[in-house]
């Protein structure tokens, strides 16, 4: 298992694409309402990471990150499968799942 500061600044960062893929978001017209919904309960879920990694609970955090981290693999599909889509914010949903993923399969 990964240090907990390590899991940490490696959350933050995840925190940070979330709240730019949130952001454009809302900028962007036409979004499907799967995507929309994905990117809506990933930004949800960031806190109950968060109060995972506070309580340094090693399989509470993997549990909520295995979470998040599906939600990442749908948001993709999502993206992949609207043709309206900024490449701005595909490449944000995309970091989004990189950083997801990374980060699970790091945890376990």
Do not use: W, Y
């Amino acid at each position: 298992m990964m240090q907990a500061k390590e899991v940490a600044r490696r959350f933050g960062a995840i925190e940070h694409a979330i709240g730019q893929a949130a952001q454009l978001c809302g900028k962007q017209q036409g979004m499907p309402m799967d995507l929309k919904d994905c990117i809506n309960q990933l930004d949800q879920q960031k806190s109950a990471v968060r109060q995972a990694i506070d309580t340094q609970d090693d399989a509470r955090i993997r549990q909520a990150v295995d979470q998040m981290e599906s939600l990442g693999d749908r948001a993709k599909r999502a993206c992949g499968t609207a043709s309206s889509l900024t490449p701005e914010m595909k490449s944000a949903v995309q970091k989004v799942h990189d950083e997801l993923s990374d980060l699970k399969h790091q945890l376990h």
